[in-house]
């Protein structure tokens, strides 16, 4: 069985190495997009089994990119953790409502981190529709 490949858009190298090296711990691969604009041709590029957004990226915010992922049939089926700094008061709702699987606060704890990635890779196949061929 392959491992599970997450994409990592964060515009912070620190936050990516970080991720990077407990997602490696843990058995997945992963690559990056450091702005909006790239992130969406990374993930057509890699084709993602996970996407962990920021919302505070250049080139355009976290909701511009997952609002972007829900509109593309292919993409919609990718479950999103919303991983920011941004205040949770005013963002959580609406990364929720733009069909984020979870929202996490940075700096976030590794074994929620983990906990909420195995949640969103094991949904059901029902609620989650085969991707359709690009």
Request: proline share 6%; aromatic share 6%; no cysteine.
């Amino acid at each position: 069985m392959s491992n599970k490949k997450i994409l990592i858009v964060d515009d912070d190298p620190d936050v990516r190495k970080g991720m990077y090296v407990r997602l490696k711990a843990n058995h997945y691969d992963t690559f990056f997009a450091a702005d909006a604009l790239s992130a969406i041709s990374e993930a057509r590029k890699n084709q993602p089994d996970l996407i962990i957004l920021d919302l505070g990226l250049p080139a355009g915010d976290g909701f511009v990119v997952l609002e972007r992922l829900r509109a593309n049939t292919y993409f919609s089926v990718i479950p999103v953790i919303v991983v920011t700094a941004r205040d949770a008061n005013t963002n959580r709702a609406r990364a929720l409502k733009a069909g984020a699987k979870a929202f996490l606060q940075k700096p976030v704890d590794n074994a929620e981190l983990l906990s909420a990635i195995r949640r969103a890779l094991a949904e059901p196949a029902q609620s989650q529709p085969e991707r359709p061929a690009m």
